[in-house]
């Protein structure tokens, strides 16, 4: 079966510093993957969404940025956060487009 | 484009309660309908779906049907327990994108 991880689980980072999260999938190969982030108490805003190794969209223009070096990898970069890049970060996978989306447990980064 | 409009929340209830939580939509097309659940601190758990019209999605007590004539896919629940509350989000997938739209999410609380 499939199954998807993130890390790390919350990281606590001081504006201006860099920011790399991690999202790796099991069981399955070449997944659409996706990153969102959820606000406290709001709904999910997608931020990018890869078809492949290396192919990236970005949804949000904002100081974050994604990479897919690896087929089941999916990174989640900042050079320098901002205290609105705090929140719970969500990344998802399907088997294409039109698929359900299944989510990982996902990173709660707070910005201080 | 596309849209989902979920009942505003918070929800509170008795356990063993009948439970609704509407969701009607807004879609070019016919899309595919989904209810996730999220527990506190965790991601999204697919809950259930429906992919056609008058289809019914079922899962863990919960049950949803797609209509078509009324543009909706109201949660319902015949028995809430405690172990129920949670944040529940409807979404569908937009036909031409083949992104996920998501309602703003309706938070549950079952009391003992």
């Known amino acids: 079966s499939q199954t998807i991880h993130q890390w790390p689980a919350t990281l606590v980072q001081p504006v201006g510093s860099p920011l790399s999260l991690e999202c790796t999938v099991e069981g399955t190969s070449n997944p659409n993957l996706y990153w969102y982030r959820q606000a406290a108490g709001r709904g999910l805003q997608l931020l990018f969404y890869s078809v492949g190794i290396g192919q990236i969209s970005s949804e949000v223009p904002q100081n974050l940025s994604a990479s897919r070096p690896q087929d089941r990898q999916f990174i989640l970069s900042s050079k320098k956060l901002l205290l609105s890049d705090s929140g719970f970060y969500l990344c998802?996978?399907?088997?294409?487009?039109?698929?359900?989306?299944?989510f990982g447990p996902g990173t709660r980064l707070t910005v201080t | 484009g596309d849209s989902v409009t979920q009942m505003e929340g918070p929800v509170t209830l008795s356990e063993e309660a009948f439970l609704t939580i509407n969701c009607t939509y807004t879609?070019?097309?016919?899309?595919?309908l989904f209810w996730y659940v999220q527990y506190p601190g965790e991601g999204l758990q697919l809950l259930l779906k429906?992919?056609?019209?008058?289809d019914k999605g079922s899962n863990k007590g919960f049950e949803a049907t797609y209509r078509k004539e009324t543009t909706s896919f109201h949660l319902e629940k015949g028995s809430v327990q405690v172990s129920d509350s949670a944040v529940y989000f409807c979404a569908l997938i937009d036909s031409g994108t083949y992104k996920y739209i998501f309602g703003t999410g309706t938070r549950l609380k079952v009391l003992a």
């Open positions: 429906a992919t056609k019209a008058d």
């Open positions: 998802a996978w399907s088997q294409g487009p039109g698929y359900e989306q299944y």
């Open positions: 879609a070019t097309g016919y899309p595919s």
